[in-house]
C-alpha cells in the first residue's frame, strides 16, 4: 500500500533545536566589553564576574533554573561588579546591544517552512523585567520553548534535552542540536543527536542547510 503525502512527509520531518545566546544572537562579548567600559569598569568585569567570581557564579547558576529571578539577580550582581553600578535592569542594559544572528533566524524559518520541528533550547538569563528572547524577536521563530528557567534544569543536564525531544515529538536520530558552547553537546550526542558546535555564524548556518536540505536565503 503506497504511503500518504502526510506519511511521507512525517518520515522526512527533522528537528532543529538550537541554543539562543551566541547562536540566535552574535556572540555577545564585545558588546559587553563595551558596556563594561561605559560603566567604568574594567572591559572584562562581565564575564570574570560571573563566570569566575565563586558568588556570581552562584547567583547565575541560581537564576538560570529559577531560583531567584532577574530582580534578585541584578541587585546581587551590580554589588559585586561594584558600588556605583545601578543595579535596575542590570541585566537588559548589559544585553540590550547584542543584535540577532540574522542568517541563523532566517535558517529556522526555511527549515519551519520546509515541515521541520524547530525548539529553542536556553539556559535563562532572565525573563523579567528584561525578556531577551523578546528583545532579539525570535520566540515566535519555535514550534517548542524549553527554557531552564521555566523547566528548573540547565544545560547540560541530560534530563533537559530529554524534554526537549519529548515536546518537540521526534527521535534523537532525526534531531540537531546547535550550541556555541562545546560542554553542552555531549550530553545530547550521547542521546543520538547529531550536535553542531557553533563557532561563528555562517559555517553553522552552512552546515544546517546540509543537514537540513534547505537555503536560509529562501527565507531572507
Known sequence: MPHSTDA????????????????????????????????????????STLNDH????R???????????????NEGTAALLGAHVDPVNLMGR?????????RMAALVRAARA??????????????????PYEHVGIWDLFDVHVVSEQVGIAKP??????????RIGLPAERC????????????AAELGITTVHATGED???AELEVLLKVSAALAS
Open 176 to 187: 540537531v542540536f546547535v550550541d556555541d558552547h562545546a560542554v553542552n553537546l555531549p550530553p
Open 54 to 57: 565563586p558568588q556570581g557564579r
Open 59 to 73: 547567583l547565575y547558576t541560581a537564576l538560570e533554573v529559577g531560583e531567584i529571578g532577574q530582580v534578585e539577580w
Open 8 to 47: 511521507a512527509d512525517r518520515y522526512e520531518q527533522s528537528g532543529l533545536i538550537l541554543d539562543f545566546a551566541g547562536v540566535l544572537t552574535d556572540n555577545p562579548h564585545a558588546v559587553h566589553s563595551a558596556w563594561c567600559v561605559s560603566e567604568g569598569l574594567a572591559p572584562e568585569a562581565w564575564r
Open 157 to 166: 543536564d541530560p534530563a533537559i534535552y530529554r524534554l526537549t525531544l519529548e
Open 94 to 102: 548589559a544585553w540590550a546591544g547584542v543584535p540577532a544572528a540574522r
Open 114 to 131: 520546509a515541515g521541520h520541528r524547530v525548539a529553542l533550547l536556553s539556559n535563562s538569563f532572565g525573563l523579567d523585567p528584561f525578556n
Open 203 to 205: 559555517a553553522a548556518v
